[in-house]
């Protein structure tokens, strides 16, 4: 048998970062069209087809990617909780604990409130107005509040053990008052309605904390 031979092209290699970084730049844009479409209409009223049409993909594509609206809205809360740094604002968190000085850690931790929440924050409240005639949401809502209050024991723990809490301050008081201090609807308070500056709402929150402290000595 004759087999007949010729130059064999080279199969053009796989380029998997290529499609990744194109996979996250889809995912990137439909995140920014869902966040700007939930804010400006609302949760019930946008469409996973307004989003998709904004940000330039199909419907099929939001659905895969992130399940629904509820997948979106809780994406877009967990990107917020990111900040803007390149370290997770929850790692940096954890690194000011590492500081002997307690004031200079709550001076951080209502500087990472002050980074996070412009974010973070009109995520909550959508999700929390949205609940109220969508019990899907109510779950996300409940594991938002939970992350949250969990993450306040954390901190007050940390206050306690590191002798740093005031004589007759609880860690439950005070991981309630810094729940309290840091939450959405005291942003909705003092930033949305009464117009507070960020960093006046930094620190309002500053302030809460130092209260739980025992005076500098020096």
């Known amino acids: 048998?004759?087999?007949?031979?010729?130059?064999?092209?080279?199969?053009?290699?796989?380029?998997?970062?290529?499609?990744?970084?194109?996979a996250l730049a889809?995912?990137?844009?439909?995140?920014?069209?869902?966040?700007?479409?939930?804010?400006?209409?609302?949760?019930?009223?946008?469409?996973v087809a307004a989003i998709a049409s904004d940000a330039g993909v199909s419907p099929e594509s939001v659905?895969?990617?992130?399940?629904?609206?509820?997948?979106?809205?809780?994406?877009?809360?967990r990107q917020g909780l990111l900040g803007r740094g390149?370290?997770?604002?929850?790692?940096?968190?954890?690194?000011?604990?590492?500081?002997?000085?307690?004031?200079?850690?709550?001076?951080?931790?209502?500087?990472?409130?002050?980074?996070?929440?412009?974010?973070?924050?009109?995520?909550?409240?959508?999700?929390?107005?949205?609940?109220?005639?969508?019990?899907?949401?109510?779950?996300?809502?409940?594991?938002m509040d939970e992350d949250r209050?969990?993450?306040?024991?954390?901190?007050?723990r940390y206050l306690e053990q590191a002798g740093h809490l005031r004589a007759g301050v609880e860690v439950e008081a005070a991981a309630d008052l810094m729940w309290s201090a840091t939450s959405p609807e005291m942003f909705e308070l003092l930033v949305v309605r009464r117009g507070w500056s960020l960093e006046r709402w930094a620190d309002y929150i500053y302030g809460t904390v130092t209260g739980l402290l025992r005076p500098r000595t020096t």
């Open 26 to 47: 889809r995912r990137a844009k439909m995140l920014e069209s869902a966040r700007e479409l939930f804010l400006r209409s609302g949760f019930a009223s946008t469409t």
């Open 1 to 22: 048998m004759i087999r007949l031979s010729g130059p064999v092209k080279a199969q053009r290699p796989y380029d998997s970062s290529r499609r990744r970084d194109a």
């Open 149 to 156: 209050h969990v993450r306040m024991i954390e901190n007050a």
């Open 86 to 143: 390149a370290v997770p604002a929850y790692q940096r968190s954890d690194r000011l604990r590492t500081n002997p000085d307690p004031y200079e850690v709550a001076y951080g931790w209502s500087r990472l409130a002050m980074e996070v929440g412009p974010s973070v924050n009109p995520i909550y409240l959508l999700v929390r107005d949205a609940a109220l005639v969508d019990s899907g949401l109510s779950d996300l809502l409940r594991e």
């Open 63 to 77: 659905y895969k990617t992130f399940g629904g609206k509820t997948g979106l809205v809780e994406a877009l809360y």
